[in-house]
């Protein structure tokens, strides 16, 4: 005997669900088989998580609610034409400059990987230093300068590399500015696309360890010496694809002791086909340190905390499975007050005076708590006329006596440090150097940051900032010889030059600013925010996230602080699922989604009957 099964039901009793069906336990018996919540872009999901696979329509995601990389929309519209390919400025290559973009507030798409040349919305305009008409088919923004170039850039030999999946590739690139007096700078890029995560360049050297299939496409080399502007390209092409494999985990060192205050790391390893997706979990109660960051692989916390003593788990999950590994650090040492180390400046670091001048030193300190600060001169004793008011050293009527190395030095119960300031007299000079620190640094949307212009010269050196290809914004502030960038945004990203000036001369340095997009996070109960179900029987909630950028991590809790029952389990995609419930299970849960932009909760009622 053979039943004729429902739509959604198979088998010789009906007892298993079709595919493109998942079960749902909170209804009757085994529970009912309901369509996957692939939001119409998806056929099938996985049996036990409920995650849509082979997501369509140019979609990704666990239930396919957002839009791939190089297209935007509201994917969870339920349409074929949900996600559409990004404008920057036109839809197909070689127009399309930039290979993302998102949804804006205005409900229009904005471009936010715009490669060098390109400015707008859209990249649809040549910055200074190009032209071009890239909104034409064919058209794109090449490098202007006059007759010729003043300077040349060259992808050495080989150009074109054909490399095994897991090589490593190196391309170099060298320029020649015919401008002698500028420091020439050289940034790689990819055409189409964002870097690889793990590519490295120093010097003009771009290195890609362990290559993968998606690291296949053009690299460019810019070289500015804010004259004029030139490019060379080379080509990546990576074999094979390779099959997927589960995760494998370790974590370096398995076990780790270190004392109150003293720095923390452990690094987590994870091989596997896909890149495995990592994260890091634990600490006491569940809470780690806010200071911790996990980047790279790489868990650290700066200063040890007692508290910070526990078990740490490192997961990790690619399309082939995932697994967790577990390691624990000990604290020794009880927590102390706390406050920080001082850290100090002197304003000017260098001074030429004239004989018989006034000089006046500023030693700008911030610590807690406050510290004492002394004044010394590594001549021998200060001057006896020289005068000291909290951090201001005065030295009237200066002589061939006076001229030397300052030190300021401030202490406190967390540490000591000491700043330089050195006094010439007469007409020494010197032609000026200037250095920019950090050289690369990559801010989240919204944040500050801050380049510091390390210069030095005699007379002391003039100080201006800016940016190739493009004004400095209000948002864009000088103080001290260092740019202060706040509430930074995607077209924050570029290359500064950080230019010192005196009599003698000039000299110039750069920093690359890269800007990492951050998003809140948001959250959805799914079926429904209260659920009923018959003793013994089963049921589930799902913490879907439908926004966040970077990915929020989702985590289930008691409202009341009790730990789950032995029938609870916490699956993949934020589920919290009952099995065979017996009474206790009862109440209210809250489920947290976090990420740096922030975290949201959402609560879920479970009652149960008989």
Same mark, same amino acid.
């Given at each position: 005997?053979?039943?004729?099964?429902?739509?959604?039901?198979?088998?010789?009793?009906?007892?298993?669900? #079709?595919?493109? $069906?998942?079960?749902?336990?909170?209804?009757?018996?085994?529970?009912?088989?309901?369509?996957?919540?692939?939001?119409?872009?998806?056929?099938?999901?996985?049996?036990?998580?409920?995650?849509?696979?082979?997501?369509?329509?140019?979609?990704?995601?666990?239930?396919?609610?957002?839009?791939?990389?190089?297209?935007?929309?509201?994917?969870?519209?339920?349409?074929?034409?949900?996600?559409?390919?990004?404008?920057?400025?036109?839809?197909?290559?070689?127009?399309?400059?930039?290979? +993302?973009?998102?949804?804006? *507030?205005?409900? /229009?798409?904005?471009?936010?990987?715009?490669?060098?040349?390109? @400015?707008?919305?859209?990249?649809?305009?040549?910055?200074?230093?190009?032209?071009?008409?890239?909104?034409?088919?064919?058209?794109?923004?090449?490098?202007?300068?006059?007759?010729?170039?003043?300077?040349?850039?060259?992808?050495?030999?080989?150009?074109?590399?054909?490399?095994?999946?897991?090589?490593?590739?190196?391309?170099?690139?060298?320029?020649?500015?015919?401008?002698?007096?500028? +420091?020439?700078?050289? !940034?790689?890029?990819?055409?189409?696309?964002?870097?690889?995560?793990? #590519?490295?360049?120093?010097?003009?050297?771009?290195?890609?360890?362990?290559?993968?299939?998606?690291? +296949?496409?053009?690299?460019?080399?810019?070289?500015?010496?804010?004259?004029?502007?030139? /490019?060379?390209?080379?080509?990546?092409?990576?074999?094979?694809?390779?099959?997927?494999?589960?995760?494998?985990?370790?974590?370096?060192?398995? $076990?780790?002791?270190?004392?109150?205050?003293?720095?923390?790391?452990?690094?987590?390893?994870?091989?596997?086909?896909?890149?495995?997706?990592?994260?890091?979990?634990?600490?006491?109660?569940?809470?780690?340190?806010?200071?911790?960051?996990?980047?790279?692989?790489?868990?650290?916390?700066?200063?040890?905390?007692?508290?910070?003593?526990?078990?740490?788990?490192?997961?990790?999950?690619?399309? #082939?499975?995932?697994?967790?590994?577990?390691? %624990?650090?000990?604290?020794?040492?009880?927590?102390?007050?706390?406050?920080?180390?001082?850290?100090?400046?002197?304003?000017?670091?260098? $001074?030429?005076?004239?004989?018989?001048?006034?000089? %006046?030193?500023?030693?700008?300190?911030?610590?807690?708590?406050?510290?004492? @600060?002394?004044?010394?001169?590594?001549?021998?004793?200060?001057?006896?006329?020289?005068?000291? %008011?909290?951090?201001?050293? +005065?030295?009237?009527?200066?002589?061939?006596?006076?001229?030397? !190395?300052?030190?300021?030095?401030?202490?406190?119960?967390?540490?000591?440090?000491?700043?330089?300031?050195?006094?010439?007299?007469?007409?020494?000079?010197?032609?000026?150097?200037?250095?920019?620190?950090?050289?690369?640094?990559?801010?989240?949307?919204?944040?500050?940051?801050?380049?510091?212009?390390? !210069?030095?010269?005699?007379?002391?050196?003039?100080?201006?900032?800016?940016?190739?290809?493009?004004?400095?914004? *209000?948002?864009?502030?000088? /103080?001290?010889? *260092?740019?202060?960038?706040?509430? !930074?945004?995607?077209?924050?990203?570029?290359?500064?030059?950080?230019?010192?000036?005196?009599?003698?001369?000039?000299?110039?340095?750069?920093?690359?600013?890269?800007?990492?997009?951050?998003?809140?996070? #948001?959250?959805?109960?799914?079926?429904?925010?209260?659920?009923?179900?018959?003793?013994?029987?089963?049921?589930?909630? /799902?913490?879907?996230?439908?926004?966040?950028?970077?990915?929020?991590?989702?985590?289930?809790?008691?409202?009341?602080?009790?730990?789950?029952?032995?029938?609870?389990?916490?699956?993949?995609?934020?589920?919290?699922?009952?099995?065979?419930?017996?009474?206790?299970?009862?109440?209210?849960?809250?489920?947290?989604?976090?990420?740096?932009?922030?975290?949201?909760?959402?609560?879920?009622?479970?009652?149960?009957?008989?």
């Amino acid at each position: 005997e053979q039943c004729v099964c429902p739509p959604g039901y198979i088998g010789l009793s009906c007892e298993e669900c #079709a595919p493109g $069906y998942i079960r749902d336990a909170s209804g009757p018996g085994l529970g009912r088989c309901t369509r996957c919540n692939c939001n119409g872009h998806s056929e099938s999901c996985d049996a036990t998580t409920g995650s849509c696979v082979r997501c369509r329509h140019n979609t990704v995601g666990e239930s396919c609610e957002r839009c791939a990389d190089g297209f935007y929309g509201d994917a969870t519209r339920g349409t074929p034409e949900d996600c559409k390919p990004c404008p920057c400025p036109l839809t197909t290559p070689p127009n399309q400059f930039s290979p +993302t973009c998102f949804l804006d *507030n205005d409900g /229009q798409p904005t471009c936010n990987a715009c490669p060098p040349g390109y @400015i707008g919305r859209n990249c649809e305009k040549c910055s200074s230093g190009y032209r071009g008409t890239p909104v034409q088919p064919g058209g794109r923004c090449e490098p202007t300068g006059g007759v010729s170039p003043t300077i040349r850039v060259r992808v050495e030999e080989p150009r074109t590399q054909r490399l095994p999946v897991g090589a490593t590739v190196t391309f170099r690139c060298t320029g020649v500015s015919q401008v002698s007096e500028v +420091t020439y700078t050289l !940034v790689w890029t990819k055409e189409g696309a964002a870097m690889p995560a793990q #590519a490295t360049e120093a010097s003009g050297v771009l290195t890609i360890p362990s290559v993968r299939p998606e690291d +296949t496409g053009t690299y460019i080399c810019t070289g500015s010496d804010l004259t004029s502007v030139a /490019q060379d390209r080379a080509t990546l092409l990576v074999e094979g694809t390779g099959r997927p494999t589960p995760p494998r985990v370790t974590i370096e060192p398995h $076990y780790q002791e270190v004392k109150v205050g003293e720095p923390v790391e452990f690094r987590c390893i994870a091989e596997g086909f896909p890149e495995p997706q990592l994260r890091w979990t634990g600490g006491r109660n569940n809470q780690i340190n806010p200071q911790a960051t996990f980047v790279a692989g790489f868990f650290r916390i700066p200063s040890a905390r007692k508290s910070d003593e526990a078990e740490y788990f490192c997961s990790a999950t690619n399309s #082939a499975g995932s697994e967790s590994m577990r390691t %624990v650090l000990l604290v020794r040492g009880e927590d102390t007050a706390t406050g920080e180390e001082p850290q100090l400046t002197i304003t000017p670091s260098t $001074y030429e005076a004239q004989r018989l001048e006034t000089v %006046v030193f500023q030693c700008r300190v911030t610590a807690t708590p406050t510290p004492s @600060i002394t004044w010394s001169f590594s001549g021998g004793q200060l001057p006896e006329d020289s005068s000291q %008011v909290g951090g201001v050293l +005065t030295l009237p009527r200066v002589t061939e006596n006076h001229q030397g !190395v300052y030190v300021c030095t401030a202490s406190n119960v967390h540490g000591t440090a000491q700043a330089q300031a050195r006094l010439l007299i007469g007409s020494r000079r010197s032609p000026p150097t200037a250095r920019v620190e950090p050289e690369r640094q990559t801010i989240m949307q919204g944040s500050s940051g801050e380049l510091r212009c390390i !210069v030095g010269g005699i007379p002391r050196p003039t100080v201006s900032w800016s940016k190739v290809g493009a004004d400095l914004s *209000n948002r864009h502030r000088i /103080q001290d010889d *260092n740019l202060f960038i706040s509430d !930074v945004t995607v077209e924050d990203r570029g290359l500064y030059v950080c230019r010192a000036e005196n009599r003698d001369g000039s000299a110039q340095a750069s920093a690359i600013v890269e800007v990492e997009r951050r998003e809140v996070p #948001a959250i959805e109960l799914y079926p429904e925010a209260t659920q009923t179900v018959i003793r013994g029987g089963s049921s589930l909630f /799902q913490c879907r996230v439908t926004a966040g950028i970077p990915t929020p991590t989702v985590e289930w809790v008691r409202a009341d602080g009790s730990p789950f029952t032995s029938s609870t389990e916490i699956l993949n995609g934020g589920v919290i699922r009952f099995n065979r419930v017996t009474g206790d299970e009862e109440g209210t849960y809250i489920c947290t989604a976090e990420n740096s932009g922030g975290r949201v909760t959402a609560q879920a009622v479970l009652r149960i009957q008989g």
